[in-house]
C-alpha cells in the first residue's frame, strides 16, 4: 500500500509540474504580451495560478484516488492492472 500511495503522489506532482511547464510555454508563445505586462506580473501569473493548477490536478487524480481506494479492498490489484 505504501508503494502504491508512493505512486499516486509521483503522478500528482507530475501533472502539476506539466501544467507549469504549459504555463511557461503559453508565455513564451504570447512572449510579446509577457514583455508588454512585465516580470511582475508574469510571475503573478504563477503565484495565483496555483490554486487553479492544484485543483485542475486534484480533478484529473480523482479517478486514480478511488481506484486506489477500490483496491485496498479487494485481493486483486486493479489499480496495478490499469495503470500497466
Do not use: C, N, Q
Amino acid at each position: 500500500m505504501k508503494h502504491r500511495l508512493f505512486h499516486f503522489l509521483k503522478l500528482f506532482i507530475l501533472y502539476f509540474i506539466v501544467f507549469l511547464i504549459l504555463k511557461v510555454f503559453f508565455l513564451l508563445y504570447y512572449w510579446e504580451l509577457s514583455l508588454e505586462a512585465g516580470i511582475i506580473d508574469s510571475l503573478k501569473i504563477f503565484w495565483h495560478g496555483l490554486r487553479l493548477d492544484i485543483s485542475a490536478t486534484a480533478y484529473i487524480m480523482l479517478i486514480p484516488a478511488v481506484l486506489l481506494g477500490i483496491s485496498s479492498f479487494l485481493k486483486y490489484d486493479l489499480y496495478k492492472a490499469l495503470i500497466k
